[in-house]
Structures are given as C-alpha cells and as structure tokens.
C-alpha cells in the first residue's frame, strides 16, 4: 500500500507562486511514475503534469505549461509541483498520484493505481 500526502497549498494573490510537495510512504518510490491533478468546484479532476520515474521526462496540461514545473527528489520520496504565476482559475484542490503502470509518462486518471488527500490551492484576483 502506497500512502500519498500533499502539503504547501494555501491561499495566495494572482501573479504569486507556490510549491506543493506529494511525500509517499513506499521503499521502492523510483518505482512509481507520479502525477499532479486537480479539481476546481464544480469541475471534473484534470491532468496537470506527469514525470517519469527517473524524472527526465514530464509533461504538462496546456493551461500549466510555461508558469508550472514537476520534479522530484527520489532520495527523499518526494514529488514536487511549483507553481508560478498563479492566476485565479488555477483555484483547485490539488492531487499527487502514483502509477506503476507501463513506461514513460501518464497523464489519464485511471492510468493511476494510489492518490493523496489533495490539498487547497486558492488565488485571489
């Protein structure tokens, strides 16, 4: 059993930054491609960046690319989402989620075996 938990959501203004991190509980974390979603109010959950297990790859939503990055520091089990240049629509609750399905990256929900408990993220105009 894999246990995800997010933490650094908060509330900031527009044009702020932010960076979440997604530690997992799991001795083979390397294992695992991750994933940042999220999920507006009233909205379905959406893809938003993915890396691969080594982290040289990662590829992200067209509504993130540019102002988002995805790392992660496999020594420490840990997967990061800095967010730059917020803007109100990116108000969600943000969710890191582990695969072990296939090779490269994922970037569908069900492509995805364990999720975190999400976390807030709200921007003010």
């Known amino acids: 059993q894999v246990q995800l938990v997010e933490s650094g959501g908060g509330l900031v203004q527009a044009g702020d930054s932010l960076r979440l991190s997604c530690a997992a509980s799991?001795?083979?974390?390397?294992?695992?491609?991750m994933g940042w979603f999220r999920q507006a109010p009233g909205k379905e959950r959406e893809f938003v960046a993915t890396?691969?297990?080594?982290?040289?790859?990662?590829y992200y939503a067209d509504s993130v690319r540019g102002r988002f990055t995805i790392s992660r520091d496999n020594a420490k089990n840990t997967v990061y989402l800095q967010m730059n240049s917020l803007k109100p629509e990116d108000t969600a609750v943000y969710y890191c989620a582990a695969s072990l399905r296939g090779r490269g990256l994922r970037s569908r929900q069900y492509d995805y075996d364990y999720w975190g408990q999400g976390t807030q993220v709200t921007i003010s105009s």
């Open positions: 799991v001795r083979t974390f390397s294992s695992y491609i």
């Open positions: 890396i691969s297990r080594t982290g040289d790859m990662t």
